[in-house]
T-cell receptor, first 115, second 114 residues
Framework: DTGVSQDPRHKITKRGQNVTFRCDPISEHNRLYWYRQTLGQGPEFLTYFQNEAQLEKSRLLSDRFSAERPKGSFSTLEIQRTEQGDSAMYLC?????????????FGEGSRLTVL | AQSVTQLGSHVSVSEGALVLLRCNYSSSVPPYLFWYVQYPNQGLQLLLKYTSAATLVKGINGFEAEFKKSETSFHLTKPSAHMSDAAEYFCAVSGTSNTGKLIFGQGTTLQVKP
């Protein structure tokens, strides 16, 4: 199966530590999105890339958050100096620009627990 | 700005009963609208989408939704609930710019009772 994959699936860390999540999109997809989902809420947009360019960032993405997609393929989302409020599911999705059907293909998410 | 409101965070139906999950949207431009389903420990999966063609949209697993511009609604229905339909359902609207970004509602958890 060549769907969107995310790693790790679960991460437990102590407050103040840095964490990094990786997302591998569907191979031919040039757009990649990061969302955050907290319990009882819908996914909230964080940022998106088209190829290697980061084209939009949400105000939710504080200075402690950084995302990269260096070669236009996989992406990483790093959270520095984690806080308990960062505990959430981090979702990655991909799509193909230009052939707009509106559908985003989601991975299973990376769940972060900050103690 | 665009937004989505899902009425009812929890809906409970009996197996075989009608499923109705409500979604209202706000958009300054003609919207694209979506319903996604999330089963426990799985990623979001597209159920159906409206992209300005037919107003009655059929999706997977017997679900359908009707786009009603006058009511700014896109409610999800299924004539007969099955136990396997128990999941969380999200309505979403596409952003105003051509980014492909989706804006989601807060979700509705569907419980199906035997």
């Amino acid at each position: 199966d060549t769907g969107v994959s995310q790693d790790p699936r679960h991460k437990i860390t102590k407050r103040g530590q840095n964490v990094t999540f990786r997302c591998d999109p569907i191979s031919e997809h040039n757009r990649l999105y990061w969302y955050r989902q907290t319990l009882g809420q819908g996914p909230e947009f964080l940022t998106y890339f088209q190829n290697e360019a980061q084209l939009e960032k949400s105000r939710l993405l504080s200075d402690r958050f950084s995302a990269e997609r260096p070669k236009g393929s996989f992406s990483t989302l790093e959270i520095q100096r984690t806080e308990q409020g960062d505990s959430a599911m981090y979702l990655c999705a991909s799509s193909l620009a230009g052939l707009y059907t509106g559908e985003l293909f989601f991975g299973e998410g990376s769940r972060l627990t900050v103690l | 700005a665009q937004s989505v409101t899902q009425l009812g965070s929890h809906v409970s139906v009996s197996e075989g009963a009608l499923v109705l999950l409500r979604c209202n949207y706000s958009s300054s431009v003609p919207p694209y609208l979506f319903w996604y389903v999330q089963y426990p420990n799985q990623g979001l999966q597209l159920l159906l989408k409206y992209t300005s063609a037919a107003t009655l949209v059929k999706g997977i697993n017997g679900f359908e939704a009707e786009f009603k511009k006058s009511e700014t609604s896109f409610h999800l229905t299924k004539p007969s609930a099955h136990m396997s339909d128990a999941a969380e359902y999200f309505c979403a609207v596409s952003g105003t710019s051509n980014t492909g970004k989706l804006i989601f509602g807060q979700g509705t958890t569907l419980q199906v009772k035997p």
